[in-house]
């Protein structure tokens, strides 16, 4: 029956031809009994299908309704359309009713899962439908609570097949969906009254899901850090794993509500069987709908609520089936490649934020570390000055990986430690300084543990237990080789007094967990040197088999050691898999089922490359001068700052401090010379799932520019940003263009006020290198354009030049810094298309006492020279920021007496010389002495620290000599 001929569809007539098409179906009864039926129906109603539009039920929309009915009796009988419909007319699947509700979307609302299964069935070898099909996956439906497909198939009830074709369709955008909750689809997955056997493959296809995504990324070389669906937080700022964990503690604390529900259940069923009277299905229909409206609802008040975790919750947990020993979850981290339910270690890129690029959006969200590696720090450290270094650094309660290289903790003994030693077996504890750092930190849980003892002296099994005690760890590289390797009872031993999260709580209270139970160890890494002795320890009953939850033994072979992995593998791996015991239920007994791998593999490593250090030291005028005027000026700002405070003036951006963003390969922050003065920076240099950390410098550099930069201005803050390197052809180490891209965006973001690059590459060529020259150089665009100071350096190639980046890529508006000998000339390999030149060369980097003692070290080049004249422009802005501070101080007492600057600074004095305009006039008129614009810094300064000196001068004296030293610099 022809209804309308085409063109003749209006808006208006929507409700009415809908109603047509119910009809339709209607006299049919729903009964389609081949190709040719269907193609006849098709024909006769052509244009209620291919008018249909939003806003509108379609006809895929009419099936769902009527199936179930007396109308469609069978879903075989309509099945024949169904696939015709989305075979011919996939748009449909896309289409939304005036409920907002796609077809796909109406069906699993309506629990019509089979026949959703079949629509997605049928879009199969069809490329057009699949991506219909992918459309109507990612359409949050705005009255559903801006819900998609998954975020409801995942509510409950939907069969285990459908979920897993539903989470291996979705596209990223559809997996990465927030509702109004802002919970994703995973954050449905993890929800803990949900956790089946079924659940956790489902979960699995989330993690394949996210190993894809990161192996994509990977490929690219990027240095930019990945986000994913496994990284986004809900409304309550909590991640997937913290979602599990607080549902997981709600499901614990509501246990007596929860039974006395299911006693009101079961008081039906029993009257039934009893009385044999039949239980009405709208009483069941109620019940089910109370339980179901009762959870939803308590999960969404704590989500509107905030609630956070309670203390205690923070350990990590298996999504397994509930049982009562196992535990349910995921993790809030940033992940590697990984083909296992667990998260393993990977590439983490850390908290990020949204930068104005669309390319450039991975940015920290938070200032939360979910890793710690101690590699490129000293090897003896003082304990007071590694926790004021770190003071401001904050841990997620989960850690991905922890890194102590060998290192002597020096401490101040107290009474406690002193008994604590009496009769205590010899050996080290420097990391019982750690863990109790890091467990005052918040961290309980660490997914990867490495310790190197590579010292006569190690840690004995007694201090490795009371280190390992608190914490839940996963996988464990305790480095001890042989007769002094790690006790198996003691590895057995360890979480043993981990805070119980609130998955495991019932577990606790109902039953006394073993030592070997508690322990959540997957991964053990062992090293061996070859004796059969010490591996038959390992193995034995009462050793590594009784951990329960023991996946992974490692071998590490020393090179020397000539032993067939075979050895190891063969004869290890059947003794250890005889022995291993089920003690789940209270009694030991073999156990079958449970399989413990072994792998062997050779133990390397490399010498670090030692500094020849110079035996003459040149004496460069210009920094005796800064220097000078550097310990003057700092105490006396910072008086000031302490004088305006008691004065209660209200404070502006004039006492900010100044940031100084240091863009090279790290800072090596456990210098006392540091102390107070590095902010917590940031690494873009990843490299096979580890981050090489911000606070270790890869060559030094780093450290001593930030040691130039505070030499000439103590009062800065410097806030250090490691770049990604790789090795070229050639065999030099090159800079990642990307990673200093987005090392820009994080000074920026920062709001560093002056941004040092010591440093110059090559501008790369070709159409494969396009993005990374438009990401960069925008950058640099976008920081010019907020008027920072940029300063970068020579290549110092001599007249082998060419165009090179960071100067390149804005040329006339930033500061390119050539090096000077100490007479004022031009360094020979220095490039003249300089903008101004500073001491470079044999410049000595000794700035303690304490290094006074040791050999001398000089270092060269334009590097050098840019980093001191960033510290210039910093010690230039602070004095503005004097003159400004003062005058607000003077000005606010009010007091007709008091003697006024004869300029009077403001905020607008302070923003316009911290902009590269009123910054070049600066250098400029503090003087050059020849034409290649070395800049003569003692005839201005030099004259002022005199005054600063002179103890007969006033405050007054002191504040008028720096405000017309100001106003000098300024046109």
């Known amino acids: 029956m022809a209804l309308y001929r085409e063109n003749e569809w209006s808006d208006e007539d929507d409700d009415r031809l809908i109603k047509l098409a119910w009809q339709a179906i209607k006299e049919r009864k729903g009964k389609f009994t081949g190709e040719e039926d269907v193609e006849k129906f098709l024909r006769e109603n052509r244009n209620l299908i291919k008018q249909a539009g939003n806003g509108s039920s379609n006809m895929l929309h009419a099936i769902v309704e009527l199936l179930g009915t007396s109308d469609i009796n069978k879903l075989d009988d309509i099945l024949p359309l169904v696939k015709c419909l989305v075979q011919d007319y996939p748009y449909l699947l896309h289409t939304w009713d005036g409920r907002k509700q796609n077809p796909v979307f109406f069906a699993i609302w309506k629990k019509q899962w089979t026949l959703a299964d079949h629509m997605i069935k049928y879009c199969d070898d069809n490329n057009q439908a699949q991506l219909c099909l992918e459309k109507a996956l990612e359409m949050p439906c705005s009255t559903e609570e801006n819900k998609t497909c998954l975020h409801l198939a995942l509510e409950g009830g939907t069969k285990p097949t459908l979920l897993l074709k539903l989470v291996k369709l979705a596209n990223d955008k559809a997996l990465e969906a927030q509702d109004n909750d802002g919970n994703t689809p995973l954050h449905y997955a993890v929800i803990y009254s949900h956790c089946s056997d079924e659940r956790v493959e489902i979960v699995k296809s989330f993690l394949e899901r996210d190993q894809k995504k990161v192996l994509e990324h990977t490929k690219t070389a990027s240095g930019q850090p990945l986000e994913t669906f496994l990284d986004l937080k809900n409304n309550s700022n909590r991640s997937v794993y913290q979602e599990h964990l607080a549902t997981a503690e709600w499901y614990q604390s509501t246990g007596a509500e929860r039974r006395t529900l299911r006693e009101e259940f079961g008081r039906y069923s029993h009257r039934e069987a009893d009385e044999g009277v039949r239980l009405r299905g709208g009483e069941i229909k109620r019940l089910e709908e109370r339980q179901k409206s009762w959870e939803l609802d308590s999960r969404r008040a704590k989500s509107r609520d905030g609630v956070s975790l309670p203390p205690g919750v923070g350990g990590r947990v298996s999504l397994q089936a509930r049982s009562d020993s196992e535990r349910a979850a995921n993790t809030p981290i940033k992940r590697a490649p990984t083909t296992e339910l667990q998260m393993k270690e990977g590439e983490k890129a850390e908290e990020t934020n949204e930068a104005t690029n669309d390319q450039m959006k991975s940015f920290p969200r938070n200032s939360q570390k979910i890793f710690f590696d101690y590699k490129g720090l000293p090897e003896e450290i003082s304990a007071d000055l590694f926790k004021k270094t770190f003071s401001a650094m904050q841990f997620d309660e989960v850690l991905k990986y922890v890194r102590f290289t060998q290192v002597n903790v020096r401490r101040r003994r107290t009474p406690r430690d002193k008994a604590k030693e009496l009769g205590a077996e010899l050996g080290r504890r420097d990391m019982e300084f750690f863990s109790d750092w890091l467990y005052d930190k918040g961290v309980r849980h660490i997914l990867k543990l490495t310790v190197e003892e590579n010292g006569a002296t190690v840690h004995n099994d007694r201090v490795i237990k009371t280190v390992l005690n608190k914490v839940m760890v996963e996988h464990l590289d305790w480095q001890k080789t042989d007769s002094n390797a790690v006790d198996p009872e003691a590895i057995c031993g360890i979480s043993s007094q981990a805070e119980n999260t609130a998955a495991n709580k019932d577990d606790a209270e109902s039953a006394e967990s073993t030592e070997s139970t508690k322990t959540k160890l997957r991964v053990l890494d062992l090293k061996w040197s070859g004796k059969s002795a010490v591996l038959r320890s390992w193995n034995e009953p009462q050793g590594l088999p009784l951990l329960q939850n023991l996946q992974t033994v490692n071998i590490i072979l020393p090179e020397d050691v000539d032993v067939g992995d075979e050895t190891c593998t063969g004869v290890f791996w059947t003794r250890l898999n005889q022995n291993i015991v089920d003690s789940t239920n209270g009694d030991a007994s073999p156990s079958r089922e449970r399989r413990i791998s072994v792998r062997a593999a050779r133990a390397s490593g490399a010498k670090p490359l030692s500094i020849i250090p110079k035996k003459v030291t040149t004496t460069h005028e210009w920094l005796n001068c800064m220097e000078r005027f550097g310990r003057l000026i700092k105490p006396f700002w910072d008086d000031m700052v302490e004088t305006s405070k008691r004065a209660k003036v209200t404070a502006t951006t004039v006492e900010d401090d100044v940031v100084v963003a240091l863009i090279d390969d790290g800072v090596g922050a456990l210098d006392e010379y540091f102390a107070g003065r590095v902010l917590d920076g940031k690494s873009f240099d990843y490299h096979n799932g580890m981050v090489r950390q911000h606070y270790s410098s890869g060559q030094g550099n780093g450290t001593e520019m930030a040691k130039l930069i505070l030499r000439v201005c103590p009062m800065a803050k410097i806030y250090p940003i490691r770049l990604k390197t790789h090795v070229s ?6 800079i990642d263009l990307e990673s200093a891209a987005l090392a820009v965006q994080a000074a920026r973001e920062k709001d560093a006020r002056i941004i040092s690059m010591s440093w110059s590459i090559p501008v790369p060529t070709g159409e494969q290198h396009r993005r990374e020259r438009e990401l960069f150089e925008n950058a640099i665009d976008e920081a010019c354009e907020d008027k920072r100071l940029l300063f970068c350096s020579s290549p110092d190639k001599g007249q082998f030049t060419s165009n090179e980046y960071p100067s390149e890529a804005r040329r006339g508006s930033l500061f390119r810094i050539g090096a000077a000998h100490d007479d004022g000339t031009r360094y020979s ?75 009077l600074f403001t905020e607008k004095y302070v923003r316009n010389i911290a902009e590269f305009p009123a910054m070049k006039t600066a250098f400029s008129k503090i003087g050059v002495i020849n034409d290649e614009r ?5 005839d201005l300064f030099e004259p002022v620290s005199q005054i600063l000196e002179d103890p007969k001068k006033t405050h007054e004296d002191k504040v008028e000599t720096i405000v017309r030293m100001c106003s000098n610099l300024m046109d």
């Open 729 to 734: 052809a050639n065999g030099e180490s090159m």
């Open 829 to 903: 390999w220095a490039d003249k298309d300089v903008d101004y030149i500073f001491p470079g060369v044999k410049v000595n980097t000794q700035v303690t006492a304490a290094a006074r003692r040791t050999p001398l070290l000089e270092i060269t080049g334009s590097g050098v020279a840019s980093a001191l004249a960033a510290g210039l422009a910093a010690t230039i802005i602070y004095c503005f920021k004097t003159s400004a501070l003062a005058g607000k101080t003077a000005w606010s007492h009010r007091n007709p007496q008091d003697t006024l600057p004869s300029i």
């Open 934 to 938: 070395f800049i003569q810094v003692w």
